[in-house]
Every structure is written in C-alpha cells, then in structure tokens.
C-alpha cells in the first residue's frame, strides 16, 4: 500500500529582495557609486571567507573587478555593517611609518585614544586581537593577528594583519550602505 505524502515545498527565496547577508558564491554584487568615478563597483563572488575574533564573526564576499580583486567585509549584527576595499591597495608597514614595536605597544595599551598620522590623516585605534580565517565549509582554519583604525572624522577604515610567516599587510576600507548594495542570485 502506498501512501501520498504530500510535500511541503521549501519557502522560495524572494529575489528581488536579497540582501548583502544572503550573498554567496556565483551571485553578482552591484555597489552603487563605489568607485573613485562614482560609477557602481559590480563584481561576481568567486570566494567567501569566514572570520572569526572572539564571539565577533563576519564574512569576506571576494571577486574581480576592473582587473583587481575587489571584497566586501559583512557584519552580520543589528545593525548589519558592511566595509568594502575597493581600490586593491596593499599597503607596509614602512609606507605607514610604523613599525612592528608600534603595533605592539597598541595591542598591549587596548587604548581607544592611540593613533598614528598616514597621508595628512589621523587614524585612530579601534581594536587588536588574534583573529582565524576560516574557508567555506572547513572546521579549522589559519590563525593571524589583526589591528583595525577608524580615520578620524571619517568612513574609512584600516585593517593590518599579521600572517605567521608573512609581512604585515595593511588595507584601507569604506563604510558601505548595506542599502547601496544591490545582490543578484547567481547560478
């Protein structure tokens, strides 16, 4: 004897309401006025990262655009906080006329009113703490420390980190309207 089983269908995903929480791999991003044209950065994530610092977690959504990879940092909390880097600049310690001692010091102070002056601007420090990357489905992943400075007065933010083994990289980032950020489901 066979029974009919009725099946309850999924919920469809509304998509023309995705938001930058949603995206993932294969979907396009479409960043209004981003660029340093104002023209609207588009790209498809070809990686997702999963990071971790304590309790705080985020993602980095990744892909290419205009020949340079371009990402978007997703804060998941209430309110949902979202950065991009946009211009694939990577920058050394050297060219922030800091140094590794300075960084330290930081860390070990965890004093809100520290700063340093790069290019005419103050940025301020936030927060410094060893952080993991983790990729997309893996249990485990790579351990780095991570310093993070707000420019004074500013949206833009700066992130160094600190891969064992590899140099200090530095990289600067702007606060983005999750409004702003248009997701398009891709295959």
């Not at 977690?57 to 804060?75: A, T």
Request: aromatic residues 14%; negative net charge; charged residues 35%.
């Amino acid at each position: 004897m066979f029974f009919d089983k009725k099946r309850h269908p999924a919920p469809q995903e509304d998509l023309a309401n995705l938001k930058i929480t949603d995206a993932r791999v294969k979907d396009t991003l479409s960043v209004s006025g981003a660029a340093e044209d104002y023209s609207d950065v588009d790209f498809t994530v070809d990686r997702v990262d999963y990071f971790e610092a304590g309790s705080k977690q985020w993602k980095e959504l990744s892909g290419m655009w205009r020949d340079r990879r371009v990402l978007l940092e997703v804060h998941s909390d209430d309110p949902i906080t979202v950065l991009g880097d946009f211009g694939g600049r990577r920058l050394t310690l050297d060219e922030l006329s800091l140094s590794e001692d300075d960084l330290a010091q930081m860390d070990e102070r965890q004093n809100s009113a520290d700063f340093f002056d790069f290019e005419g601007k103050f940025w301020m420090y936030r927060f410094s703490r060893e952080m993991g990357l983790f990729d997309e489905g893996a249990s485990t992943g790579r351990g780095f420390y991570g310093w993070e400075f707000q420019e004074q007065e500013g949206k833009r933010f700066m992130i160094i980190r600190k891969f064992e083994g590899q140099p200090f990289v530095a990289s600067i980032r702007v606060k983005v309207e999750p409004g702003d950020i248009t997701v398009f489901r891709g295959a």
